[in-house]
Structure formats: C-alpha cells, structure tokens
C-alpha cells in the first residue's frame, strides 16, 4: 500500500513536469509525428474491433429488456447515449491503455537498461523533453479521434442488430440517433478522452523512465504501466463523471 | 584536463567509491583497472554528471562538474564523447542517424553538413558499408566501433570509454583497443577508459590505475603496474594466459 501511494506521489510530480517542459522548445515534431501514427494508425483495427463489437453486444443485450417493456423503439437514444456519454469514452481509453501505455513503459524501460537514456543525456539532450512530451502530446491528439471513430462504429454495431431482427429501417434508426443525442452528451464524453490520453502516456513514460534492472524490469514496467494506467483512467472518469453532470447536467 | 579528488558514491549501504583521487592532464589516456563491480563506470558516469556524487569534487576544465548548474553541465557534455558499454546506440535509428542525431544536438549543425561528417566518421571505423543499417543488424565489433564514431563525430575534447572490449573475442577486443589509440592519437583527446581487459589498458593507455575499495590504489605505466607485489593486480596480468 505504502509502495502505491509512493507511486502516486512519484507520478504526480512526474506528470506536473510536462506542463513546464511542452512550453519550451526545441519543438520535436518529428517525433510527434511518428507517435501521432503509432498510436493512432496502429490502433485502428483494434479499436474498430472493439468499437463495432461494443454496439453489438450492447444493442443485443439491452433489446430483450427493451422489448419486455414495449419499448424497442428507444434503443437507438439508449445505445448512443450510453456509447457517447461513458463506453466508448472508457472502453477506448481502456484498449489503448493496453496498448500504447504497456508499449511506452517498455520501449523507455528498455531505452533505461540498454544506457540510451544516458546516451540522450550526454547528447545535451533533456531525456524528459525529448522522450516524454511528444509521447504525451500524440496521445492527448490521438484518444479524442480514436473514441469518436469508437462511438461511431458501436452505434453502427447497434443499427445491424435492429437491421437483421428487422425492427428498425435506417432512416428511422438516424433520426432516433440523433435526436436523442445533444451536445451535453457529445462534449463531456470527448473532452474525458483529453485526460485520458494525458494518463495513458504520462503513466507509460514514468514507469518507463524509473526501471532498473534488466529485462525484468522492462516486463515490469510494460505491466505496471497498464495496470496503473486502466485504475487511474476508472478513478478520472470517476471525478469527470460528476463535473460533467455539475456543467452539463 | 580531469582533476578527482575524494569522490564517495553509495548505493543504499553498499560503498562504491570511497575517496577516490585522479588527474588525468589534457592529451593523457588512462586507463581504469578493476574487477566487475569495484566502481568504474560509476566513476566515469559522475565525470560525465550522469550520477550526482555523495561527496568530492570533479573539475573538468575548471567547471565543478557536482555543483554545475544545467547550463555548465551542457557545457562540459559538449566536451564528452562517451562510449557506453552496450553501445548505448539508439535503436529505432540507422547508425548514420545516431551519429547524425549526436551532432545535431551536440553542434547544432545543419543536417546536410551533418550527413557529410557522419559518413566520414563511419568511414574511418570501417562502418561505411553498414551505415543505413538498424543496430539490431550489427555484430557485437559492429555495434562498439559505431558506438565510438558516434562519440567521436562531435570531435570530443574527452573520449570517456566504458568496457570497450566486454563480450568481443579476443581478435575483436585487440582491433577496437587499437582503434580507440589511433583516434586518441589523431585527435589528441583525453581519454579515460574503464576495462578489466588489460591487453586492452596496454594498447590504449599511457598511464593505467587499479581500483580497489572504491579507491585507485596503484597507479603508472602498464609496465610498472605488472612489477607490483599484489595478488589481486598480479590477476589481470595473469588473465590474458
């Protein structure tokens, strides 16, 4: 316990870091980029998957219920209301956390125990500046797109479920969409993803950057990062849930 | 010019360096004897300001390297080229990138003319062939001869070498030792290097110390430190045969 709350501390002095270093330059773009593409381009098919799987298994699940009560006709609003205000936001953060978090605290880990952390620093270059803010910058862009990609197919995963059972035409499916959603639904659901990219690489880069050891440190840090990564992104959501009920209603 | 005087170091309640003197004067190239674990790469690591000492003091060129501010370690790092003992090599980039990276934030010089130099570099490690190659696709000899261009392209006034010849065979071992004297003689570096290989402190050395007890306990020639009564530093004389 005491071990954990020491990583709490570590972690928040860790991550307030960022905020002076993303304003001074040298701007690493390159290196934007290329995470910009690993952990975006990279987690298309996965999040597709999960994206389309989410509305099928929800629209399913839910339809029996619905029918018992005669209202069938509300699993659209129910679908993506549910989708955009709290799955799609949580379950893509969760997915990408167990890709791009594990694979940052790896990729530095590794960096750490093979000396080319110690390598930048010699370089004059600042390991923290050039490793961690462009990182944590990509993931930041990247989560928003990826959840609103996410929020899309699962409401698509629902429209094939009422489409094969017959239930519902298309037309009638859209206009139920999107009546039912406001922005008070869309707004809170996106602006979480901000925080919940800014988790999923600053816990990946502190992991990362504390290693020691070798390869099992590096196994270590890929599995701490997660972990620690998918609790923190449940107790945001936590706290982001209620101010968005306290701005949105 | 590298002054040590009475640098400590402590892992937790382990005691790595106890007091530890050194002066290495501008041009020399010693060499740092011990066995594994006595402290020598922490020793360069604190030249380099990689490791905060307990207590002592580093001078490397009149910078106080454990009291310098970010702005004089920056400075003195753009005097070091450091030859870390895996390589250290980045490995998402080509060897020419590492050296090309290197310069770029060493130097600040523009990407065409750091190709150029780069090229050059790798030239004269024999590495030109391999130059677009990752790190991943180098032997062992590969890997530590495009390590030491990568500290060497910066044209370094130190060249800080930690186990050059760790986990090459012997042939290897004696083609980098040699190539590490050439550079240090073409260049005029002041070079310290860390090995417990002593045909490799004979070929790359004027002046060579043991450390023993987190302390340099002989220091001299090659040859004057073969002569001393000492079990222990008898060991690395006998090693070789």
Same mark, same amino acid.
Request: aromatic share 8%; charged share 20%.
């Given at each position: 316990?005491?071990?954990?709350?020491?990583?709490?501390?570590?972690?928040?002095?860790?991550?307030?870091?960022?905020?002076?270093?993303?304003?001074?330059?040298?701007?690493?773009?390159?290196?934007?980029?290329?995470?910009?593409?690993?952990?975006?381009? +990279?987690?298309?098919?996965?999040?597709?998957?999960?994206?389309?799987?989410?509305?099928?298994?929800?629209?399913?699940?839910?339809?029996?219920?619905?029918?018992?009560?005669?209202?069938?006709?509300?699993?659209?609003?129910?679908?993506?209301?549910?989708?955009?205000?709290?799955? !799609?936001?949580?379950?893509?953060?969760?997915?990408?956390?167990?890709?791009?978090?594990? #694979?940052?605290?790896?990729?530095?880990?590794?960096?750490?125990v093979t000396e080319?952390?110690d390598?930048?620093?010699?370089?004059?270059?600042?390991?923290?500046?050039?490793?961690?803010?462009?990182?944590?910058?990509?993931?930041?862009?990247?989560?928003?797109?990826?959840?609103?990609?996410?929020?899309?197919?699962?409401?698509?995963?629902?429209?094939?479920?009422?489409?094969?059972?017959?239930?519902? #035409?298309?037309?009638?499916?859209?206009?139920?969409?999107?009546?039912?959603?406001?922005?008070?639904?869309?707004?809170?659901?996106?602006?979480?993803?901000?925080?919940?990219?800014?988790?999923?690489?600053?816990?990946?880069?502190?992991? #990362?950057? +504390?290693?020691?050891?070798g390869?099992? !440190?590096?196994?270590?840090?890929?599995?701490?990062?997660?972990?620690?990564?998918?609790?923190?992104?449940?107790?945001?959501?936590?706290?982001?849930?209620?101010?968005?009920?306290?701005?949105?209603? | 010019?590298i002054?040590i005087?009475?640098l @400590?170091k @402590?892992f937790?309640?382990l005691a790595v360096l106890n007091?530890l003197e050194l002066?290495v004067?501008?041009?020399e190239a010693f060499s740092i004897l011990g066995k594994s674990g006595t402290g020598k790469s922490v020793t360069l690591k604190c030249i380099a300001?990689l490791l905060?000492? =307990?207590?002592?003091?580093?001078?490397?060129?009149?910078?106080?390297?454990?009291?310098?501010?970010? $702005?004089?370690? $920056?400075?003195? $790092?753009?005097?070091?080229g450091f030859l870390f003992q895996g390589g250290a090599?980045? =490995? @998402?980039?080509?060897?020419? %990138?590492?050296?090309?990276?290197?310069?770029?934030?060493?130097?600040?010089?523009?990407?065409?003319?750091?190709? =150029?130099?780069? %090229?050059?570099?790798?030239?004269?490690?024999?590495?030109?062939?391999?130059?677009?190659?990752?790190? @991943? %696709?180098?032997s062992g000899g590969?890997k530590k001869r495009?390590a030491l261009?990568?500290a060497?392209?910066? %044209?370094?006034?130190?060249l800080l070498c930690d186990e050059p010849t760790t986990g090459l065979d012997p042939i290897t071992s004696g083609e980098i030792s040699e190539l590490i004297r $050439?550079l240090h =003689?073409?260049?005029?570096?002041?070079a310290i290097v860390v090995t417990h290989d002593i045909l490799c402190a004979g070929i790359v050395s004027d002046r060579a110390g043991v450390l023993e007890d987190g302390i340099l306990k002989y220091t001299g020639s090659i040859n004057e430190l073969a002569g001393i009564d000492d079990e222990k530093v008898a060991g690395f004389f006998k090693s070789p045969l």
């Amino acid at each position: 316990m005491k071990r954990f709350f020491t990583h709490l501390y570590e972690l928040a002095s860790f991550s307030f870091r960022f905020v002076k270093e993303a304003l001074v330059p040298p701007y690493e773009f390159g290196e934007l980029v290329s995470h910009l593409e690993d952990f975006g381009s +990279r987690s298309l098919p996965l999040v597709s998957a999960i994206g389309l799987l989410m509305g099928l298994i929800l629209a399913l699940q839910t339809k029996p219920t619905l029918a018992r009560f005669g209202a069938e006709s509300f699993l659209p609003a129910m679908v993506a209301i549910s989708v955009v205000r709290e799955l !799609g936001p949580v379950i893509t953060a969760l997915i990408v956390a167990g890709r791009v978090s594990s #694979g940052i605290g790896a990729e530095i880990a590794s960096m750490r125990v093979t000396e080319q952390i110690d390598a930048l620093e010699v370089s004059t270059v600042d390991p923290y500046h050039f490793l961690v803010v462009p990182r944590v910058i990509a993931a930041v862009i990247v989560l928003p797109l990826l959840t609103a990609y996410a929020d899309f197919l699962a409401i698509i995963g629902a429209f094939i479920v009422m489409f094969v059972t017959g239930d519902m #035409g298309w037309q009638l499916f859209i206009t139920s969409t999107l009546n039912s959603l406001s922005i008070s639904d869309i707004v809170p659901g996106i602006a979480k993803t901000f925080f919940f990219g800014y988790i999923i690489a600053i816990v990946g880069s502190y992991f #990362g950057f +504390r290693t020691e050891g070798g390869t099992e !440190g590096v196994g270590k840090a890929a599995t701490s990062s997660v972990v620690f990564a998918s609790f923190i992104i449940l107790i945001a959501d936590l706290v982001l849930v209620r101010v968005g009920i306290i701005l949105f209603g | 010019m590298i002054k040590i005087s009475g640098l @400590s170091k @402590s892992f937790g309640n382990l005691a790595v360096l106890n007091g530890l003197e050194l002066f290495v004067k501008k041009g020399e190239a010693f060499s740092i004897l011990g066995k594994s674990g006595t402290g020598k790469s922490v020793t360069l690591k604190c030249i380099a300001g990689l490791l905060i000492p =307990d207590a002592g003091e580093i001078i490397v060129d009149s910078i106080t390297v454990d009291a310098a501010n970010i $702005r004089d370690l $920056r400075t003195i $790092r753009r005097k070091i080229g450091f030859l870390f003992q895996g390589g250290a090599l980045y =490995d @998402s980039m080509t060897i020419i %990138e590492n050296l090309i990276f290197n310069l770029s934030h060493h130097l600040k010089i523009p990407r065409a003319m750091a190709a =150029d130099k780069s %090229e050059n570099y790798l030239t004269l490690v024999g590495l030109k062939e391999s130059m677009n190659k990752l790190p @991943s %696709e180098l032997s062992g000899g590969m890997k530590k001869r495009a390590a030491l261009a990568r500290a060497l392209v910066i %044209e370094p006034q130190i060249l800080l070498c930690d186990e050059p010849t760790t986990g090459l065979d012997p042939i290897t071992s004696g083609e980098i030792s040699e190539l590490i004297r $050439r550079l240090h =003689d073409q260049f005029q570096v002041t070079a310290i290097v860390v090995t417990h290989d002593i045909l490799c402190a004979g070929i790359v050395s004027d002046r060579a110390g043991v450390l023993e007890d987190g302390i340099l306990k002989y220091t001299g020639s090659i040859n004057e430190l073969a002569g001393i009564d000492d079990e222990k530093v008898a060991g690395f004389f006998k090693s070789p045969l």
